[in-house]
Structure formats: C-alpha cells, structure tokens
C-alpha cells in the first residue's frame, strides 16, 4: 500500500488492537452472543431454493418462453418420467396402468399423473393410426390364427394349447397358418424358467405380432406425473419421490421382470440435492479434519490451531447468518459457501497467527506480539479481503442468479473473517495466554531453495513468458459443456435412465416445445420443421386424427367378423385340465413327427429334439416337486398368463370407429390446446443427444425457423451462452477493478504489474492443463478463474509487501512468516477445495479439481516468478 495510507492504517489498526486486548472477555461474550442469535436466524430463516430453472434469470428470453410454455401447459412443468420396461409388451401395460392408477389415487402428492401413449381413446383406436398395408399384413397374420385363437376360447388351459400344438405338428392337413417355431420356442423357454424358479412369461402380442400395431417401444411405458414440490425445502418432493419409488417397488416384488425407473427434471434435480447434501458434509468434515492438520504443522501450537477453529467457526456462522439476511435461501451453487469460507476464512487467521508466533520468537511478550501482527499485517489482510471479495462481487451484477447469489455470500463472508481475524482472534490470543512456544527454524529448506527465485531470476522470467504463450495457444481447445445432466452424479438413477431416453426418437426428454396461436399456424410450424434433417417427426393436436379412415375400418370390420366373439372368451382364469397328460401327449407326438419329418416339415428338428428332451425333463421334475399341481400352475402362468391381455387389446381395437378433431376426449386435447387457445407441438430428435454436437445442430435447425421454440436443448444451448458471455463479464469485471484497486492503493504501476502477472500466468496454465485433463468447463467450473484471480491476488499483496517493507538484511524471503503464511493459507485452501474434488456431483468435483490446480499453478507463481520479476536485490 502507498507509503501516505499505511501509516495511518497501521495506526487505526494499532488502536483497535489496543482496545481489544483491554477487553478480551467482553469481545468474546459481544461475538457469542452475536454467534448465538445469527444461528438462532439462520435456523428458522434460511430457506432452500433447488429449482434450477431460477438459476439464471427469468429476463433472459429462452426463460420466458420456458415460462410462456409451462404458464400454458402447467401439467409439462416440474413433471417427474417413471420409465417402466419389461422383457414383454403385455408386462409394461401392466405394470404402467396399475403404477398411474396408484400414484392418481394419492392426490396429496401429485397433482397430475397421465400416459401419453396408453389411454381408452388410443387403445380403442389404435389401429386406425397404422398405414393402410401395415394394417392389412397384421389383419392378414390374425386372421390366419383364427383356428388357434378359437380352440384355445373353447378349451382355455395347457392342455387344450398342447393338444392343438400337437395335432397341428402330427397332422399336416391340419392348418393353423402359424408358425410353429416361435410359438414352441417360447413354450420351450417356459419349460426352462419354471424348472430354474425364474420368471418368465410369454408374449403372444409378439407371437402373433400385435406388438406391429405401433411404431413405438412397446417394451417401455413412460408414466408422466406432477408431484406437489415445497422449494423450501431441501428435497422439495422427497415425500412424493419416496411414495413413488415404494409404488414401483411393491409392483416389481409381484413381477421381479419389471423395472421401474425415476427420471425427469424434478427427480434429476432431487438426486442432485441428495448428492450434494451428503457430500457437502462429508467435504466440509473432510476438508476441516484436512485444515486442522495442515494448522498443526503451520502452528505447531495446540492453542493457536484451537483460537484458529474457534474463529473459523464462530465466521462461517455470522457468514451463514449473512446469507439469510442478504439473500434468504441457498441454491444448489451457493451451498459450497461453507466449504469456500473454510479454505479462504482461514488464511487471515494463519497470518496473524504466524505474525503473532515470529514476535514471540523475537522475545516479544504475548500482548507486543499480537500488537505487532495486526499492525504489520492488517493493511494487507484488509487489501486481500478486498480484492478476494472483488473476485466474489464480480458475479452479482450478471445474469446467472445461482452464482450471483454464491459471489455475494462469499464476498461478504471475507469481510466477516477480516473482522473475526482482527477482533475475535487477538481476544483469543490475550485470553489463552500463550506463555511459551517452542522455537522453530524459520525454514528447513536448503539456502539453494530460498535463493533460486533471485539467483536465476532470468531463466524463470523468459519460462514463465514461454508457458504463458503455450498456454495462451492452448485456449483455442477450451470449450464449455452446456448440458447440466453431465454435472449431477452419473451413476444415480435419474441420470442412467434419462441418459437411455436421450437415445430414443419418440421417448427423448429432449424435445422442443413450439407454441402457436392457431391449430393451422401449429400445423404450418409442424411441417416446416419436419423437412429438417435433425428432425424425426413433429406432433400437434391433428396428429391424432387418423388418415384414410373409412379405408381402415373396412379392414378393421372384416377382422372383427373373422375373430368373431372369440376373443372376449378368455377374461376368466384358465380351466381345470391335466396339464401333465398335455404335455405326455405333445411329447408322444413329437416323437412321431422327429420318426418322420415330412410330417411337419416347416419345423426345426433340432428345436423338436430339444423341446422333447426339455419335455421329459419337466414331467420328471414336476413328479418329484411333491408339489406337482403348483408345478403346472406356474407353467400355465407363465404360458398363458399374459394371453387374456393379447386378446383384450385386440378386442378393444376392434372396436375402432370414425372420429374427428373435435370427437378427441378432453384428457389428450388439453395436453395439445390450452385454455387460453395456445396449440403445442412437439418436435422429436432425429439423433442420440447424449452427443454435444448433436443437441446443438437439433436447437439450432428447429430455432432457424421459430426461434421461439422452448424445451432442454434450447435452454441448455442458451444457458451455455449466457454462461460463457457472464465468465467473460465477471473475469473481466475482477480483473479490472482489482487492478484498478491495487493501482490506487499501492500507487506504483510495476508494483501492480508484479501483483498481477503471475495471476494471469496462474490463471493461463490453469486453463491449459484442463484443456490437457479433458476437464471442459461447465455451469459449476466456470467461476474459478474469476475467483482465482480474487483469491490468488492476496498471496501476491502479501509476497510485495514483505519484499518492500518488512524484509530485514540479510533475509531471505522463503525464510520469513509470510512466506511460510502464504504456503500453508494456500496449503489449507488447496486441500478444502481438494475435498470437492471427490464428490459424485461432477459439477461441484471438476470446480474443486480445477481450484485445486488453479491454486497451485498460483502458489508456484506468486513463491518463484513474483520475486523473480521484483527488482528487490537480495544477498545470495
């Protein structure tokens, strides 16, 4: 600082300390009860805002038209995806159905429960949506099982299928017009299961390829709910997502095949919160056992590390109590304020007390010695915790909110531990009375070490001036990760399961949303985005009226005349017979068949030979079971337990009639129309948009022609500009102002120059080797280099102030306090953000790697290239 400031401060500081050392006990009582009343505050205050929506600002225009669409259709808001999938069509319908009928009957937590696919009105009407020779091959397929479907309606058991399967195979005139292979294969596969104690059942939707009758996964359902959120909460549908998943669990116990799995913006984001509750602590525990240790070896004092923890403690509390009153909540950034306090708050305390500790090893008294340390030291603690709180404040006048909120939470968090290190800690130090202290070197490192930043002072300025350009050609390949799923934890099941979706055409959560004010206007978009490459297909509310109907329902009405009332016949359990003299049977008549193969010469012998052995196999298991009759009740489950579904689907499409636009049930057309008179389309991916490239080629084309369209990969797309536009605003923003500051107040622009150069050198090699780890930026990352420019630039305050103002003759600067100061501060920061590093929130761990790095590159810089760009001349 100028020469005219510091002697004034200084003696500010010198009355301060004076006062508080008269009155220690009354400082101490003053910051309990101050302690005391911010905890009282921040417990019953302090509330948690997890909606990452709010983020960024609502201004921002791809924000609202994220509100316009969610204002419009308040069901697609806030939605959790239970994904349901099974190895058979018939399983998921099942499982989905009684999944949306469990969650609809709990309205205390959801409010909205729907499938989109799987309703009377498209159950019923199924069949009109297939092309009219899609729908004349299946009719053609189930007309010819016909025979096969009314035998079994007259003899609904194993036995009577056996008995058909078996004459059909003795018997050649005997024409099913089906092909036997896929249907013994499954009857083979069953056999199997049953004797292994497996589940398994047989999809005759399959067999008889009912499955065709959509373009869609017909092994996976997707349940759609809105569960009732308090976002002042810390899990704000933890009660909804636990009755959810014990749903899904209940159904899965009566069919182990089923797996139920949560997904969607509510669950990512309830995963996330989970996440980062446990590891927050665990971080904070971590990196405060870390801090404690370095403390010892730093201090080597029992006492000094105790009034160090106490004042760490007591400011990260009056901190908490600050957030309440500035800012009221906490977000999913801002929680790391504790463990960002813990690194950084304890860098004033170790100062003072190395201060504190080299007067006692000058043969100061206890009180000279404190004197000494916030007097020396104060005017740059106080400039450090400037410019730290520059780097912080740089955030709050851009438009990412999260972060704005973190940098004013910090950045007043440093002026409360300037004041705690200044107040509370010399009361400590008074009231402790520190009577001795064993003497310590003032470095073990060789004189070589001490003097190697001065002795080839020109070899490290031409390096670092060649790093810092390798480094800066190395900026071409930084590059920002804008879709937020790869921050959370990637093994939890909301991220494993969205993932899978995201490779889908017709399931992907990664749709754009388009509004319009007319169903023609929806239309015209609808088609306009369909002719793009990136597009696989685009919905609005007339995609649900079938084309070429009257044509359909021919074919429709001829198929129903052929099936006949058979197929309402198996809505009842499955009759009494004798499975096991149905099974003899079909055995005795495969050998017949395998004695002579033209008898059946469409059938594998090979699949003969081993469904007979696997026959005989069964019968002998079944007979010494003891349990024989539940032995064939399992095989008729897992036979025929799913047949009663096949022919209940097909009955009901059957029952398809000519509808209009205007004949579309209320419960579809208020997911596709508003109330306000707002059409929805729904534009689908054409590719897998796990892949970067991908998601922004969709956004782009679908905004090229309505750059009002909503949705993730607009939001995420827009989000990762705005990111990148508010690191540029906030780097530059800190870079400035602290330049300027550190210009006004030292006076000297070399001296500002040597202050700063080795934080650019930092700052360039920090963004060098993520380039070279892979380590892209991302929405948590991305404010370390403007926080590193804060936090760096106080090590580099207190190297220049030792160098120019408090280095004796003959001293070399490794050897002093300050040097030994800025190396454990550094130390315990590197080692608090180290513990981020190990958190499954890959967000919050690759901001702490890349601290962790940036830290050290600055440690380096400010140790070895700082002293050697000073013009200070040091005795070698």
Not at 41 to 51: A, K, M, P, S, W
Not at 263 to 286: C, H, N, P, Q, W
Not at 739 to 754: A, G, W, Y
Not at 815 to 829: M, N, P, Y
């Amino acid at each position: 600082m100028s020469s005219q400031s510091t002697p004034l401060l200084e003696k500010l500081l010198g009355h301060w300390s004076n006062l508080v050392l008269r009155f220690p006990w009354l400082v101490i009582l003053l910051f309990i009860l101050i302690c005391a009343a911010s905890a009282d505050y921040t417990i019953h205050n302090l509330g948690v805002n997890t909606d990452t929506s709010k983020l960024l600002s609502q201004d921002l225009p791809f924000q609202k038209n994220r509100a316009r669409w969610e204002k419009a259709f308040p069901q697609d808001a806030s939605t959790i995806q239970l994904v349901v999938e099974s190895p058979t069509a018939e399983q998921t319908t099942r499982a989905a159905r009684l999944l949306a009928q469990r969650l609809k009957e709990n309205t205390e937590l959801f409010e909205y429960v729907y499938i989109p696919d799987n309703n009377e009105f498209l159950n019923q009407q199924g069949l009109l949506y297939l092309g009219v020779d899609k729908l004349d091959n299946l009719s053609i397929k189930l007309s010819d099982a016909q025979p096969f479907i009314g035998h079994l309606a007259q003899n609904y058991h194993l036995q009577g299928l056996f008995d058909i399967l078996g004459t059909a195979l003795k018997n050649s005139e005997v024409d099913l017009a089906v092909n036997l292979n896929p249907i013994l294969t499954q009857i083979d596969q069953s056999l199997l299961a049953v004797q292994a104690s497996e589940t398994r059942y047989v999809s005759w939707q399959k067999l008889f390829a009912v499955e065709q009758s959509t373009e869609r996964n017909t092994l996976r359902s997707i349940v759609s709910a809105r569960p009732i959120a308090d976002f002042e909460k810390l899990k704000p549908v933890e009660r909804s997502m636990n009755y959810a998943r014990s749903i899904g669990q209940e159904i899965q116990a009566q069919d182990p095949q089923v797996s139920i799995r949560i997904t969607g913006k509510i669950a990512l984001e309830e995963d996330e919160m989970r996440v980062l509750a446990e590891d927050t602590v665990y971080s904070g525990l971590f990196a405060l056992a870390l801090v404690i240790i370095v403390l010892f070896l730093g201090l080597k004092s029992v006492k000094l590390v105790l009034c160090t923890l106490i004042s760490l403690i007591i400011g990260l509390i009056l901190t908490a109590g600050f957030a309440t009153v500035a800012v009221g909540h906490l977000n999913v950034l801002s929680v790391a304020f504790a463990i960002l306090y813990i690194g950084l708050g304890v860098d004033f305390a170790i100062h003072v007390c190395l201060g504190y500790r080299e007067g006692w090893e000058q043969h100061m008294t206890s009180e000279q010695a404190i004197k000494k340390s916030i007097r020396v030291l104060g005017s740059s603690l106080f400039l450090c915790a400037l410019t730290t709180s520059i780097g912080f404040f740089a955030f709050i006048p851009t438009s990412y909110e999260g972060v704005s909120e973190l940098g004013l939470i910090s950045g007043g968090g440093m002026f409360v531990g300037l004041i705690v290190s200044l107040t509370l800690l010399p009361a400590l130090l008074k009231v402790f009375a520190i009577k001795q202290l064993n003497h310590t070197e003032a470095t073990h490192l060789p004189i070589w070490l001490c003097t190697f930043p001065f002795r080839y002072a020109k070899g490290i300025r031409y390096a670092s001036i060649l790093l810092a350009a390798a480094a800066l050609f190395s900026l071409q390949y930084v590059y920002l990760d804008s879709n937020p799923v790869n921050l959370r934890d990637q093994s939890s099941e909301s991220v494993v399961a969205f993932k899978d979706l995201l490779q889908s055409k017709d399931r992907s959560p990664f749709v754009l949303i388009g509004l319009s004010d007319s169903l023609q206007s929806a239309e015209q978009l609808a088609s306009n985005v369909k002719r793009l490459p990136t597009v696989n297909k685009a919905i609005t509310l007339q995609s649900f009226v079938a084309k070429d109907q009257a044509e359909k329902l021919e074919i429709i009405e001829e198929l129903g005349f052929i099936l006949g009332a058979d197929l309402a016949n198996f809505n009842r359990p499955l009759e009494q017979a004798d499975s096991r003299q149905g099974l003899v049977d079909l055995h005795a008549k495969i050998a017949l068949v395998l004695a002579d193969p033209t008898a059946s010469p469409a059938t594998s012998p090979e699949l003969l030979q081993k469904l007979q052995q696997d026959i005989a196999a069964f019968i002998a298991y079944s007979d010494a079971s003891g349990n024989a009759e539940a032995t064939y009740q399992q095989l008729g489950k897992s036979i025929l337990g799913l047949f009663p579904d096949t022919m209940q689907q097909l009955n009901t499409s059957l029952q398809a009639t000519a509808f209009g636009l205007t004949d579309i049930p209320s419960y579809i057309s208020e997911n596709w129309v508003s109330q306000t008179g707002i059409y929805k389309v729904i534009i689908d991916p054409q590719e897998d948009l796990n892949i970067a490239a991908n998601l922004s080629a969709f956004a782009l084309d679908v905004q090229s022609i309505d750059d009002s369209v909503t949705g993730l990969p607009v939001s995420d797309l827009a989000a990762g500009q705005v990111i990148a536009e508010v690191f540029i605003q906030a780097f530059t923003t800190a870079f400035i102002v602290i330049f300027l500051v550190l210009l006004i107040l030292l006076r000297s622009f070399l001296n500002t120059l040597l202050v700063i150069w080795p934080l650019l050198l930092a700052g360039l090699l920090t963004a060098a080797m993520n380039v070279l780890m892979d380590n892209p930026f991302n929405f948590a990352n991305i404010i370390a280099l403007p926080l590193l420019m804060g936090m760096g630039v106080d090590s580099g305050i207190h190297i220049m102030h030792r160098l120019y103002a408090g280095l004796n003759e003959n001293e070399h600067l490794l050897q002093t306090s300050t040097a030994r100061g800025v190396f454990f501060s550094s130390l315990t920061t590197l080692l608090s953000f180290t513990s981020l590093a190990f958190t499954n929130h890959q967000g919050i761990a690759s901001m702490g790697m890349l601290l962790a790095i940036g830290i050290s590159f600055t440690l380096i810089s400010t140790l070895i290239v700082l002293p050697a760009f000073s013009r200070k001349k040091i005795p070698l």
